[in-house]
């Protein structure tokens, strides 16, 4: 499907990995490498929505309020972070591009409402399960307020947290998600002192629950129904919608909910319609033909006599990961403009025909207003590099005969016979591995082999950019041949839908952009767990299997960033080994370029994890200390080497999970 390297930089030029240092080099001869083609190379203008920069030095700089408004180095907020005795990993909060992203998705509704001459008002709402932390959720109904922004929650806990933040009274909050009898008091409070709440309806038997709390704190609630539509999204999350989804009504169901309204007295409750077509929903059309039927759902209630007035889309709106602007999975084929357009247009069509009055329309939308505003910073371990194989000019004696066969492969490689030669490596190496099992070969005889093996693949990789098209099997050596950066972070805790979903995120190196990257890499994280690699990324035709890198230098850090990680990330992330929640730090930039750090919040220590899985650090230490003083006692260790030893384990327990140098 695709494959990696420069070919899809942008550049023109024909790609191989063997022969991409020189072609950078013959490149640098005619023209030195500059700033602009690293920006086209990591494709940061058309996944940075004008947030993300690079600078004439070579940096990577966050615009918060675009590209003619102030800029803030990336490189530069490390050593500020390093200064206040943070080490990498760090997740880096940018508060304005939160307050700028919450002022587009209303300006664009309202672009779009005022234009086509739409009789209701738009209320966006934030889903708290895209990203629970407190200071996104008082950020957003803080800075929201101007729009009455609101909240959707989707549990008791959410609620709470929801309604400890929202006072705005026109703001909706809208409660989904199972609810229990105590799940919908609370929410009967906060509507009781003035909070515009609605309590949908996603399964047939909530009502029961919803009426008889309603009838015991004598009130009317204001009710929702989840409805499902048979209109399916493409996508990883396609499963919320369409008919099989687990939430939402049939139409028979809803009918029957309309009777139950009717029949209590209580069908002046229903205000609003609600569906969710799945989340980052690439495609425009899909939107279109959700929303279209979306509304004939509406009109239907407004024609069986309920009040309604409120119409809720739910969330989907998606992020251009990848920058493609293609209907990708990682990407999105509209603009926001387009998005919003396209949904007034067709509720206003729809409703128009039947005489229905326009309702305010509501979005869940939860990763587009969060993923830009915080990024992954963590510095390069290690590099492995594989070098050009050592091969020796004349074969001992008593070479077997799989390895023999192997050179006679390598010196025969040409263009013609390139996926017949990769064949035959595979074959000759498994025949020598199964020859060492049984004892037949040494540990010598083998290694020649693999020497041999990998020097086929390198011949291989060099020889196939002649090729016009490139076999499967052949595209896949650049993964094998590439670089390995050991990255100071985990996936698991930091980017879980990498490793789940194989979700693509925007990775590049922070600084250095002034220099070509001559290095092909994968990345790997400091888990000890072979899932715990980045082998996908993006690019403009799709993705690609290799990052180009910069070689590391000596004594000096090399930081990547993983971009658009605000939304989902944060809460999915697990401990697995034990290495724990990262350092964040937030900032917000002024106007005049300067920067304040708002907020910092030490990561897990050791002893954080531990006590997460059940242990108790001083007791730990308990232990620590008898097993030492047997030590002593036995004689194997002085009290003072017992001291060290303790001060070691008390350091350690207190520190960082992650690597720190
Ligand atoms: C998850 C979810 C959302 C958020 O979707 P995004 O695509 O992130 O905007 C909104 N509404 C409901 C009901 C959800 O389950």
């Not at 509406?298 to 493609?324: K, R």
């Not at 990789?461 to 100071?488: C, F, H, M, W």
């Not at 180009?548 to 990547?560: F, R």
Request: glycine residues 8%; negative net charge; contains cysteine.
């Amino acid at each position: 499907m695709r494959d990696s390297g420069l070919q899809k930089s942008g550049h023109g030029l024909p790609k191989p990995r063997g022969e991409l240092k020189e072609l950078n080099n013959f490149r640098s001869l005619l023209q030195p490498w500059r700033v602009e083609d690293s920006a086209e190379l990591y494709g940061i203008h058309s996944w940075g929505a004008g947030y993300f920069d690079v600078s004439s030095n070579g940096d990577v700089v966050i615009c918060p309020n675009g590209p003619q408004g102030p800029r803030v180095s990336i490189p530069e907020i490390i050593e500020g972070i390093k200064e206040r005795g943070y080490d990498m990993p760090c997740l880096l909060r940018v508060e304005n591009i939160l307050d700028s992203q919450i002022a587009s998705l209303h300006e664009s509704f309202g672009k779009a409402i005022k234009t086509l001459g739409y009789k209701g008002s738009y209320r966006g709402v934030f889903p708290v399960k895209v990203n629970q932390q407190q200071q996104v959720i008082e950020e957003i109904a803080d800075f929201g307020a101007r729009y009455h922004h609101g909240l959707e929650v989707g549990s008791k806990g959410e609620l709470i947290a929801a309604v400890s933040h929202l006072s705005d009274r026109e703001a909706c909050l809208i409660c989904n998600g199972y609810k229990d009898g105590e799940f919908i008091d609370l929410g009967l409070q906060a509507q009781r002192i003035g909070l515009n709440v609605f309590f949908v309806i996603e399964m047939p038997g909530e009502l029961e629950t919803i009426l008889q709390r309603a009838r015991i704190h004598d009130m009317r609630p204001k009710l929702g129904v989840r409805c499902k539509l048979s209109t399916r999204a493409s996508g990883h999350w396609a499963e919320s919608g369409g008919e099989r989804s687990v939430f939402g009504l049939s139409p028979a169901e809803i009918v029957d909910l309309i009777d139950k309204l009717k029949a209590n007295d209580m069908l002046d409750c229903l205000r609003l319609l609600h569906y969710h077509l799945g989340s980052q929903v690439s495609n425009i059309r899909d939107i279109r033909l959700g929303v279209q039927e979306g509304a004939r759902f509406y009109a239907g209630l407004v024609q069986e006599g309920a009040p309604m007035g409120y119409i809720d889309l739910g969330g989907g709106l998606a992020v251009d990961y990848d920058g493609s602007h293609t209907n990708y999975v990682s990407s999105r084929n509209y603009t926001l403009d387009e998005y919003s357009a396209d949904i007034v247009e067709a509720i206003m069509a729809t409703l128009d025909e039947v005489n229905v009055p326009h309702p305010h329309i509501v979005t869940e939308s939860g990763r587009a207003t969060v993923a830009y505003y915080s990024l992954l910073l963590f510095n390069i371990l290690d590099a492995s590099v594989l070098e050009p194989m050592q091969l020796p000019e004349e074969l001992p004696e008593d070479t077997p005969e799989p390895v023999k066969n192997l050179r006679e492969v390598l010196v025969n490689i040409s263009p013609r016979n390139l996926q017949e030669c990769y064949n035959d490596a595979i074959y000759y190496r498994g025949e020598m591995r199964q020859l060492f099992a049984t004892g037949a070969v040494n540990l010598r005889q083998r290694c020649l082999s693999e020497r041999f093996f990998w020097a086929i693949l390198m011949r291989i990789s060099e020889e196939k950019g002649k090729l016009k098209v490139i076999p499967r099997d052949l595209q896949d050596i650049d993964t094998y041949l590439a670089d390995i950066y050991y990255g100071n972070f985990s996936i698991f805790q930091s980017l879980p839908d990498s490793w789940a979903i194989d979700q693509l995120f925007p990775i590049m190196p922070v600084h250095r952009l002034q220099e070509c990257p001559t290095r092909l890499g994968i990345i790997s994280d400091i888990t000890c767990d072979s899932d715990g690699q980045i082998n996908h990324f993006i690019d403009q035709q799709g993705d690609k299997r290799t990052l180009e890198l910069h070689p590391l230098k000596p004594g000096e850090e090399y930081y990547l960033g993983v971009f658009l990680v605000g939304a989902y990330q944060e809460t999915l992330g697990d401990l697995h080994n034990l290495l724990g929640d990262n350092n964040v730090v937030s900032i917000r930039i002024e106007d005049d370029g300067s920067y304040e750090f708002v907020r910092e919040q030490e990561g897990d220590t050791v002893a954080d994890v531990l006590s997460y899985v059940e242990y108790d650090p001083r007791r730990i230490m308990e232990s620590l200390r008898s097993t030492a003083e047997r030590a002593v006692r036995e004689g194997r260790i002085t009290p003072s080497q017992r001291f060290a030893f303790l001060q070691i384990f008390e350091d350690g327990i207190r520190g960082y999970t992650y690597f720190e140098r």
